[in-house]
């Protein structure tokens, strides 16, 4: 059981570059979420997906786009990349959207954009 | 907006001590507040969850307690060990739903000494 996976670990992108961040979790949960962590700033939601074929926006998430593939899979993808998207993205999951349900992370993907 | 302080921002302490970590956040009305810990260059790892009913929770060495009228946490760690170092973050929830987030403090760094 792995648990919540994320694909890649490291990425540098130039300003302008597109790239597709994945995510997979094998506890059959229904939600999943991203957030980005920046120093200073704590973590803060991007998108968050509360059941298959559902999606939302959180707190930040202007010039990102997310797709619930299936029950399993939640990508976020940066379009054309700025050096203010530079931080450490993660990915959640939690069995169900409501609040008494925890939130299980993945290891992160630490993105530097030039 | 809710905003969640975490005071020490950073924390060093002798192998063996007893120690609280604060947590402290401005709306009272939520529906939980979750203790994570992140080891460096890692994820979030879920410690313990606590309803905006309860008093308390505890796990092995671990105890938060939630007062929930003064807008306090804390996470008692006992006979602390080297391999409780870590980040320790606080987390509180407005709501049931999904679309409820998290709202993340900045984080105690805790370093315990051998």
């Known amino acids: 059981n792995a648990g919540v996976t994320q694909t890649p670990k490291f990425q540098v992108l130039k300003t302008g570059q597109s790239m597709t961040l994945q995510c997979a979790q094998d506890m059959n949960h229904n939600s999943m979420y991203w957030y980005r962590q920046d120093p200073g700033m704590g973590l803060r939601l991007i998108y968050y997906?509360?059941?298959?074929?559902?999606?939302d926006k959180g707190e930040v998430p202007n010039g990102y786009n997310v797709s619930r593939l299936n029950k399993r899979e939640f990508s976020l993808r940066l379009e054309s990349a700025a050096p203010s998207q530079t931080s450490v993205y993660f990915c959640?999951?939690?069995?169900?959207?409501?609040?008494?349900?925890?939130?299980?992370f993945g290891p992160g993907t630490r993105l530097t954009v030039t | 907006k809710q905003e969640v302080t975490q005071i020490p921002a950073a924390l060093s302490v002798p192998e063996g001590e007893n120690l609280v970590l604060n947590c402290s956040f401005t709306d009272s009305a939520i529906y939980n507040l979750q203790w994570f810990r992140q080891d460096p260059g890692k994820g979030l790892t879920s410690l313990l969850l606590?309803?905006?009913?309860?008093r308390e929770q505890t796990s092995g060495r671990l105890n938060a307690s939630l007062d929930k009228s003064s807008g306090r946490s804390t996470l008692y760690i006992a006979a602390s060990q080297p391999g409780d170092s870590a980040t320790y973050l606080c987390a509180v929830r407005r709501g049931n739903n999904a679309g409820n987030m998290l709202t993340f403090g900045g984080g105690t760094r805790l370093m315990v000494k051998p």
């Open positions: 997906s509360a059941s298959e074929g559902t999606t």
């Open positions: 606590i309803q905006s009913s309860q």
């Open positions: 959640a999951s939690s069995l169900a959207g409501g609040g008494r349900y925890e939130q299980y």
